[in-house]
């Protein structure tokens, strides 16, 4: 079976765009919480994977060499994680269209893995799942933009997760004709572009 392509996607209406294939789509998470305007969510049900667009005000006291693990740990702890998170790997990628004046802007990454439950769910229906996040400093617009794409390992038979994919160990991406998450994740943050920057002083 031949592997997925990326296609361009909008973001925030169109204010800012990237790509990821098409089998992402927009997520109504209204029922298991509240989606604020300065996010964007995007998933796949059917393996039960998602990529999730933020923009935050900019975290000045924290340094930019360690920002994507800070922002890592950071959510880790808000999914009651932080004492689970196996960070795997830090490093940087480079933006391929969009320039901080006269230099490519570079974001910086951080993965890991963490067992975290869905939505309302405890412990006891708590998924394995790898996190990858992505930190792009707009420090001109006062930003930090989060890019965060989740890949299940094994799936808790008492999660939500188990009703629309198989309980235990998730089926390969190669396996399922599908591109791995490491790569869509990749393309999505190298592909990252801002066509408007007014989107930044007050919202859209």
């Known amino acids: 079976m031949a592997a997925e392509s990326c296609v361009p996607r909008p973001l925030f ?4 765009s990237t790509a990821f294939p098409a089998r992402f789509q927009v997520q109504d ?3 298991i919480r ?3 305007d300065h996010q964007e969510v995007f998933v796949d049900p ?3 994977e998602s990529l999730i667009f933020e923009l935050l005000d900019l975290k000045g006291e ?9 922002f890592l740990r950071d959510i880790a702890n808000e999914q009651d994680a932080g004492d689970n998170l196996v960070v795997e790997h830090s490093g940087t990628l480079e933006l ?3 320039r901080l004046g006269e230099a ?10 963490l067992a975290v439950s869905k939505g309302r769910q405890g412990r006891e229906a708590q ?4 996190l990858y996040l992505a930190n792009i400093r707009l420090k001109d617009a006062a930003t930090d933009v989060l890019i965060t794409a989740y890949e299940p390992l094994l799936i808790n038979p008492l999660s939500e997760s188990a009703a629309a994919v198989t309980a235990g160990p998730a089926i390969p991406a190669e396996q399922a004709g599908c591109l791995p998450m490491s790569e869509i994740f990749k393309v999505a943050v190298m592909n990252f572009n801002v066509h408007d920057w007014n989107l930044f002083n007050g919202g859209p």
Not at 13 to 16: F, M, R, V, Y
Not at 62 to 70: Q, R
Not at 104 to 113: E, H, I, Y
């Open 34 to 36: 509240e989606v604020p």
């Open 96 to 98: 391929a269209g969009l």
């Open 46 to 48: 059917a393996r039960d």
């Open 13 to 16: 209406g169109g204010a800012i």
């Open 62 to 70: 924290v340094d930019d060499a360690g920002s994507a693990l800070w």
């Open 104 to 113: 490519p802007a570079v974001a910086r990454t951080s993965a890991g893995q």
């Open 127 to 130: 998924n394995i799942v790898r």
């Open 29 to 31: 998470v209204s029922n």
